[in-house]
């Protein structure tokens, strides 16, 4: 005979299992859910010095729990800094963040425990899920507290406003970059070909200017830098000249804005007309002139590690100077003044389309249309020394030639922000434009650059261009 509870207890029983299934399967979704966060160094370097700030991207899809990071240094474990977010979660990730940046003082001024030499980063995360699962990212590095040293080999350092110099200097084997810095700018050094034997230590050279409008108390200071981040300094035994450069005031009319102004602006894609001839002149003179700026800045850093100039560069031939370097101009317009700019570099006229011929030996950096300077080459001569030539007719070379002193490049003419047929030439030293009249000049270069450089080689640094085209 059935027993009467036998239909029910098997339905609890069936219910009871099922209950048991679903909270089973339910701490196993909890527990499994999500996977370990990801850990991304932001920059990190080889070596940290006395303070450093390392920072790391920290991402898990279920919200990050902690991010904690030590150093292991000598059998030791100091604490960097940690960060807590929140607790773990069983479905949700709640408030916790799915993206961290976590950062922390890495650098031995910060934490006094460390001591300079080898040591490893490590870097843990937890996830907000049950398990907390976790990441770890392990790196090892230098702690250096010790900055390099620097100081100056070369005297008699004199240096005119708008002008240009050259030291020798010693820098220490734990330098990684170098150089002059003057009135906030940075001039970068290079090791001196052939430099005679000088002990521990490279013996660099840095050519560098006094930026024509820097203040005229500034003065020159090395710097060397390691990649742990520390820096040394020295001064410069350097005599300085301070100039103060010829101002002039240029009428503006309509009927130049018209032909020299607006073909500018036809030719430059990245402009257009404001149809209005004085917004249309300060497009052009002010904003592009800026634009031009910046980018022969930039084309700095396409100038090769290598000599290809020797002696003094030349100047256009039978010319006549219209405009110097540095003339401060006020730009008139129907009797008031609308814009104040510098020109940075020499206008020189002959006759109409003048063979214009390279100033020293190069490789051509562009032969193209540029702005306020029209047609135009910009030659590299090595070590962040280039030449510019503007206003041009056509050209005779391309990017990538190599040049010779006296090579036609180009015939002159009057494109770009030109009133009339002429050469404008500058000279530029890690893209900060310099006084050409001294590079003209066989005495200075002898005297304040090849003079310098052979003191302290073993072999005279002369410069052997290479002549002719690719």
């Known amino acids: 005979m059935p027993s009467f509870d036998s239909a029910p207890s098997h339905r609890f029983r069936t219910l009871l299992l099922a209950v048991v299934l ?32 390392v920072t790391f991207a920290v991402q898990a899809p279920v919200g990050v729990a902690s991010v904690e990071a030590h150093m292991l240094q000598g059998g030791k474990t100091i604490p960097l800094g940690q960060q807590t977010f929140a607790a773990a979660r069983w479905f949700t990730a709640g408030a916790s963040p799915q993206v961290v940046h976590f950062s922390v003082q890495a650098g031995r001024g910060d934490h006094p425990e460390l001591s300079d030499g080898p040591a490893t980063l490590v870097v843990t995360a937890r996830a907000a899920n049950l398990r907390g699962a976790s990441a770890t990212f392990q790196r090892e590095l230098a702690i250096r507290s010790t ?21 020798v200097y010693h820098v220490s084997s734990g330098s990684d970059q170098s ?8 001039f970068p050094g ?8 000088g002990g521990a230590g490279k013996t660099m050279f840095c050519l560098f200017a006094f930026p024509y409008n820097a203040p005229a108390d500034s003065q020159p200071e090395l710097v060397a830098r390691d990649e742990a981040g520390n820096q040394a300094t020295a001064s410069l035994s350097a005599k300085t000249f301070p100039k103060t450069f010829r101002a002039r005031t240029l009428p503006i009319d309509d009927n130049f804005i018209e032909r020299v102004v607006m073909p500018i602006i036809a030719n430059t894609p990245s402009i257009s007309d404001q149809h209005d001839p004085v917004k249309n002149f300060l497009l052009v003179n002010r904003d592009l002139r800026r634009t031009n700026t910046q980018e022969l ?3 700095a850093k396409l100038s090769v590690q290598q000599f290809l100039w020797k002696g003094a ?5 039978n010319s006549a100077v219209e405009a110097e370097f540095a003339d401060h101009r006020s730009y008139q317009y129907h009797g008031r003044i609308i814009d104040q700019e510098d020109h940075l570099g020499y206008d020189l006229a002959a006759v109409r389309h003048t063979p214009v011929k390279a100033a020293n030996a190069g490789r051509v950096i562009w032969a193209k249309y540029f702005g306020i ?23 005779a070379v391309k990017a990538g030639d190599l040049v010779a002193q006296g090579q036609l490049i180009a015939h002159s003419d009057s494109t770009g922000l030109a009133g009339g047929d002429h050469l404008h030439f500058s000279m530029l030293l890690d893209g900060v434009q310099v006084n050409p009249m001294e590079w003209w000049d066989p005495h200075w270069v002898h005297d304040r650059i090849q003079t310098k450089l ?17």
């Open 190 to 197: 290079y090791p001196l070909p052939n430099a005679a034997p």
């Open 297 to 299: 800045i930039d084309a």
């Open 454 to 470: 052979d003191q302290f080689s073993a072999t005279a640094v002369t410069p052997t261009p290479s002549a002719g085209q690719n």
């Open 179 to 186: 150089g002059v810095e003057m009135d906030n700018l940075f």
């Open 313 to 317: 560069f030349t100047q256009l031939s």
């Open 22 to 53: 679903a909270a089973l399967a339910a701490v196993s979704y909890a527990w499994l859910r999500g996977g370990a966060p990801s850990i991304t160094a932001v920059e990190l370097p080889s070596a940290i010095g006395a303070h450093k700030l």
């Open 147 to 167: 900055p390099p040293s620097v100081y100056a080999m070369s005297t008699q350092i004199y240096v005119a406003q708008g002008g240009s110099s050259l030291v």
């Open 373 to 395: 300077y029209g047609n135009c080459v910009l030659i590299d001569h090595g070590y962040g020394l280039m030449s510019l030539y503007a206003h041009l007719n056509d050209f």
